[in-house]
């Protein structure tokens, strides 16, 4: 949650920053949070940046799976009334396909050092950049512990890891054991394929492929 919140702050000061210095300038966020992390965001987090920076910021919630057909809706008519959102970065190039996304130019100098640079690529396309990282993905590994046991395999911490164990299970099951979940459709199979491609081996394909 912490680095979730510092990420956030960063973004809101680049996006004032964008919309200027004009007295009490309102900039509106949607943005798809639990319930309680929606109640630190709005208690905590928005009432000292408020504080700060002198401005006041409208927080909606709209969902992620809506949100292109309502930018797009609001920018035919000339009333685009959103001016951050966050979404997933399976979703990034239709927006900028539709051009429903202005780059950033020298703003983005603004981001902390704290922010990991593997998430920052994530917002570049053709060398330009148009988005900057919200929150990283937390993903959680289950694993079987009888079959690691069985194989003397300990779970794996690294990509190299996860490589080996897998390997392992299909060298000597002649099928793939490792899965991923996925909620189906466009940002499944771009997931798959960043996955397959993270890895870069001819094996893990046919993995996949059984």
């Not at 960063?10 to 309680?36: F, K």
């Not at 392992?168 to 466009?186: C, I, K, S, V, W």
Request: net charge neutral; with cysteine.
């Amino acid at each position: 949650m912490q680095r979730c919140l510092t990420v956030l702050w960063s973004v809101l000061t680049i996006v004032l920053a964008v919309t200027g210095a004009h007295a009490q300038p309102t900039v509106t966020v949607t943005m798809r949070l639990a319930e309680a992390e929606w109640q630190v965001v709005r208690q905590e987090v928005l009432p000292r940046f408020e504080a700060v920076c002198n401005c006041r910021v409208r927080a909606i919630d709209v969902p992620p799976e809506t949100l292109v057909q309502r930018l797009r809706a609001m920018h035919q008519a000339g009333r685009m009334e959103i001016d951050l959102f966050a979404q997933d970065s399976m979703r990034l190039q239709e927006l900028i396909d539709t051009a429903l996304a202005t780059p950033f130019t020298p703003e983005e100098s603004q981001v902390e050092d704290a922010i990991y640079p593997s998430l920052m690529a994530v917002g570049v396309s053709s060398e330009v950049r148009y988005f900057l990282p919200f929150r990283p993905n937390v993903q959680i590994a289950y694993y079987n512990a009888e079959k690691f046991a069985q194989y003397r395999l300990q779970p794996p911490r690294t990509w190299p890891e996860l490589l080996a164990v897998a390997r392992t299970f299909y060298e000597q099951e002649q099928t793939g054991r490792m899965l991923f979940t996925g909620a189906g459709g466009a940002p499944h199979r771009q997931l798959a394929l960043a996955f397959i491609r993270h890895l870069q081996s001819r094996e893990v394909q046919a993995i996949f492929a059984n």
